[in-house]
């Protein structure tokens, strides 16, 4: 390459329904080219691909090719559409959503794609959302509790049914053959790079947040034969893998990956990433005090700080989870943009949908126009954002949303506006157990499709007497491991300096109002207090999953 050429990386976000690629200049991170291939199989949550045998509630997979295919396709596409030349590309960096974990034999091949287990669905990829785990998290959460386990406050308090040990649990205790024949248990983040460039390699992120990866070490063997006879060997069998610092080369594209691609062979491959962690970086935000807000389907919060503190309900803090040489700390809403298209999906009249059209508009941005004009309060709700479960500060997907206030006076848009305002106090409710743990938050920066809906960016910034910034990027994962790329290639010697060059974010787009955040104080006290009742105290939320999943299972076997 001749002196002064320009250089470019590849950032590949995989998301839940899709994964996208984009071309980023390593020089200034000017965003030059993007394409995205939708998953063909999407979200594998009623029926298995090929065979169509029904999967129970609470199920949510995957099939692995469909992560490949973003490779042959994307990659390219985004090449094409940046009009660069693809021999001046010095590296590629993946990012994935988490916990997605992948069952392997030992050169990476997912079990689901041996002919014998294509109707085995514990040998598919369990999908972050998949939720069926809950009872073996409530398992290794009262064990751990009983006995004092000092990883336990690392995580809130509680460990997630979305996450590596009880998804595995789940596997050994309801397909213990399955469990044997399998030889590795990955994270998606990691596999896709283990496609990429033939090395596996945990990412650090991974491995500390849903890995309950502490001080070098993993669970005890003791613990997990407590847990379940026969459970002892999981870290050792089947999980356990050197891990890799974010930013560091996991290895080098290889041939097969270079002709899926069109990109050079021999370039560097990124240690592996999560989609909420990487975006950091992309939105500058990589300083203590500063929360950043990943808001799409779900909602990731994360931040970086100085100092160790042990905050209830938080995701996990993890030495280098974000930043090597700072504890990241996460914390999360399992449902957002989820719960608004779900309520524009099934609860909408279609006058609604009809007057939309003629504005052309889409329902959302119907909606929104109309609950714009409302003051706090008007509609007289308040609702709780627990559609998805709760993932923070309670940590219980057996919970479910709640709206509270309804007449026969009440209209679409009300309801609309309610659901906006429960997720900004569902954010607010994590903010502040953060400040009260010692963990100031001080600035919230928002990255996510959601940041297009200035209403509730305003309500957001409200509720939390907050400044928000928002990435100046459409692409912020993409953007995010891009910059991860460009360090694993050697372009800047650390995240932070390459974030400072590459990423994008446009400050205090939005600011409190004094008078309104009042006003929320009141309605935020009501969502506290049904948030206490429901997810503390009453359990009326669980035993109605529990009759659910009786009712269900009755009629299919009648």
Request: aromatic content about 8%; glycine content about 10%; hydrophobic content about 45%.
């Amino acid at each position: 390459m001749s002196a002064g050429q320009e250089q470019y990386t590849i950032g590949v976000d995989y998301g839940t329904l899709s994964g996208r690629a984009v071309v980023v200049r390593v020089s200034d991170g000017a965003e030059l080219g993007s394409a995205v291939h939708a998953y063909e199989h999407a979200v594998v949550d009623t029926a298995l691909p090929g065979t169509g045998e029904a999967l129970p509630p609470e199920w949510a997979l995957q099939v692995p090719e469909d992560y490949r295919q973003v490779l042959r396709i994307a990659v390219p596409a985004a090449v094409s559409a940046a009009g660069i030349d693809p021999a001046h590309v010095i590296g590629i960096a993946t990012d994935f959503t988490a916990c997605t974990m992948v069952p392997t034999l030992a050169d990476g091949t997912p079990l689901c794609e041996l002919p014998e287990l294509a109707d085995r669905p514990h040998a598919f990829v369990k999908l972050w959302k998949h939720h069926a785990a809950q009872p073996h998290a409530d398992r290794i959460n009262r064990l751990a509790e009983e006995r004092g386990e000092a990883w336990l406050p690392r995580y809130g308090g509680l460990i997630s049914s979305e996450w590596e040990f009880a998804k595995g649990l789940q596997l050994f205790e309801e397909d213990r053959d399955l469990y044997d024949r399998m030889e590795h248990w990955v994270e998606a983040a990691d596999w896709i790079v283990w496609q990429l460039c033939g090395e596996y390699v945990r990412n650090a992120c991974s491995a500390g947040y849903k890995g309950i990866l502490q001080d070098g070490a993993y669970p005890s063997t003791d613990f997990l034969e407590a847990l379940a006879p026969g459970f002892g060997g999981f870290v050792a069998d089947k999980l356990a893998h050197p891990v890799g610092e974010l930013g560091a080369a996991a290895g080098r594209l290889t041939a097969e990956a270079a002709a899926w691609t069109g990109l050079p062979e021999g370039i560097a491959v990124a240690v592996g990433n999560v989609d909420a962690h990487v975006t950091a970086p992309a939105a500058q935000a990589v300083d203590p005090g500063q929360m950043v807000a990943i808001m799409g389907t779900s909602t990731c919060h994360v931040m970086s700080a100085d100092v160790l503190r042990e905050v209830p309900g938080m995701c996990g803090v993890v030495d280098g989870g974000i930043i090597a040489g700072r504890w990241g700390y996460e914390a999360g809403q399992s449902g957002v943009g989820d719960i608004f298209g779900w309520f524009v999906d099934n609860a909408v009249p279609a006058s609604y949908a009809e007057t939309a059209a003629a504005a052309g508009e889409s329902v959302h941005e119907h909606l929104t126009c109309l609950a714009a004009q409302q003051a706090i309060g008007e509609h007289g709700l308040v609702a709780l954002d627990w559609h998805s479960g709760n993932r923070s500060v309670l940590v219980d997907h057996e919970l479910s949303g709640l709206v509270v206030g309804l007449t026969l006076a009440t209209r679409p848009e009300d309801v609309y506006r309610a659901l906006l305002e429960a997720t900004a106090f569902g954010t607010r409710v994590i903010v502040e157990t953060f400040r009260d743990s010692g963990v100031p938050v001080e600035e919230f920066v928002v990255a996510g499709g959601l940041q297009k809906n200035a209403l509730l960016m305003q309500i957001y910034s409200d509720v939390t007497r907050l400044p928000l910034s928002v990435i100046d990027s459409d692409q912020g994962p993409a953007l995010g491991s891009a910059i991860h790329a460009a360090v694993a290639a050697g372009a800047y010697p650390d995240v932070p300096t390459a974030a400072k060059a590459m990423g994008k974010v446009r400050k205090a787009v939005y600011v409190p109002d004094e008078t309104r955040a009042q006003a929320y104080d009141r309605l935020f006290a009501e969502y506290r207090e049904l948030h206490d009742h429901f997810g503390r105290g009453v359990t009326a939320m669980r035993r109605l999953k529990a009759i659910r999943r009786e009712a269900v299972a009755g009629k299919e076997q009648s």
